[in-house]
Nanobody, 125 residues
Framework: QVQLVESGGGFVQPGGSLRLSCAASGRTFSTYIVAWFRQAPGKEREFVARINWSSSNTRYADSVKGRFTISRDNGSNTVYLTVYLEMNSLKPEDTGVYYC??????????????WGQGTQVTVSS
């Protein structure tokens, strides 16, 4: 059974930091590109960052470059992996539900097959 589970969301003041985690299991996710997307109320789901299987290639949305860092730990078991999103210098416009996705490529949410349930990030003073 394929499963992606996000955690680490919460409430933070502008300028603060959060670290999101995505625990993936059930397939050989160690070979998959994994991405983070986010969706604010009333807005379309948007690409945040993605990372390839070896961590040699990462991509970021312009709005988060220099502030967010994506990384992954494939572990010693090819059935499980964890992907992290380190978020610094957070802004109110970073508020939204953050989703982990796998089984796809590119920056369109339509291109990914597997999704987590999302974790809420709220940046406000």
């Amino acid at each position: 059974q394929v499963q992606l589970v996000e955690s680490g969301g919460g409430f933070v003041q502008p300028g603060g930091s959060l670290r999101l985690s995505c625990a993936a299991s059930g397939r050989t996710f160690s070979t998959y590109i994994v991405a983070w997307f986010r969706q604010a109320p009333g807005k379309e789901r948007e690409f945040v960052a993605r990372i390839n299987w070896s961590s040699s290639n990462t991509r970021y949305a312009d709005s988060v470059k220099g502030r967010f860092t994506i990384s992954r730990d494939n572990g010693s078991n090819t059935v499980y992996l964890t992907v992290y999103l380190e978020m610094n210098s957070l802004k109110p416009e970073d508020t939204g539900v953050y989703y982990c996705a796998a089984g796809g490529d590119g920056s369109s949410w339509l291109g990914y097959r597997y999704w987590g349930q999302g974790t809420q990030v709220t940046v406000s003073s």
